[in-house]
Every structure is written in structure tokens, then in C-alpha cells.
């Protein structure tokens, strides 16, 4: 299966900056898109932004214009820099692999996530 990694979270002052990363480990699951979701406490987990291997990438609207979704493909790894955060962007944010076995069907896997508080 597909193992993910995030890192990067933390506590920072409104305006900051951050960068989070996401490290996927598999073995011959192919991985077609990867993504960041967040989840602040009691709300539903949202799209942050997502990244296909091929480049092409979307954004929430709340988050375009201050966060940039990258790649690396030759370490299956995905950032996430985040500036001029605000208190709002304060959530768990979770990496997304949406990846197959060969032929099989694609699947959603998750990492455990990492926290980002946005707080004076």
C-alpha cells in the first residue's frame, strides 16, 4: 500500500509563513494526484489543493493566491508553502494520495496529519 508522511506543521504569528511536506512510500502502486486536505474542529474536511504528476494543480478559493502546491516526482513528494496565513487557516492538515495497484480501482490513502495553528 501507499505509506504518507507529513511534516512541516507548527505555530506561527498571522502573516507568517509555512511549508509543509509530504513524503509518499509504495511499492508498485502507480499515483495518479496528490492533495492537501485541512479539518478545523468542528467542520467537515475541506480540499486545500491538489497536484496531478503532470503538473496541472487546483486551489480552494480561500487559499488562491497564498498557497503553492508543488512536486517532486522523482521522491514522490508534494509541498505545500503557505503564506500570509491568517487564523482561519489554523486546522489539521492531511496529505492525499489517490493511487492503484496496476489495473486495480483508485484509492484514497491518507497520512495522519499535521498541525498548523495560526495564533498571536
Known amino acids: 500500500q501507499v505509506q504518507l508522511v507529513e511534516s512541516g506543521g507548527g505555530l506561527v504569528q498571522p502573516g507568517g509563513s509555512l511549508r509543509l511536506s509530504c513524503a509518499a512510500s509504495t511499492s508498485v502502486f502507480e499515483i495518479n494526484t496528490m492533495s492537501w486536505y485541512r479539518q478545523a474542529p468542528g467542520k467537515q474536511r475541506e480540499l486545500v489543493a491538489a497536484?496531478?504528476?503532470?503538473?496541472?494543480?487546483n486551489y480552494a478559493d480561500s487559499v488562491k493566491g497564498r498557497f503553492t502546491i508543488s512536486g517532486d516526482n522523482a521522491k514522490n513528494t508534494v509541498y505545500l508553502q503557505m503564506n500570509s496565513l491568517k487564523p482561519e487557516d489554523t486546522a489539521v492538515y492531511y496529505c492525499?494520495?489517490?493511487?492503484?495497484?496496476?489495473?486495480?480501482?483508485?484509492?484514497?490513502?491518507w497520512g495522519q496529519g499535521t498541525q498548523v495553528t495560526v495564533s498571536s
Open positions: 492525499n494520495a489517490r493511487a492503484r495497484r496496476r489495473i486495480g480501482p483508485l484509492r484514497d490513502y
Open positions: 497536484i496531478t504528476f503532470g503538473g496541472s494543480t
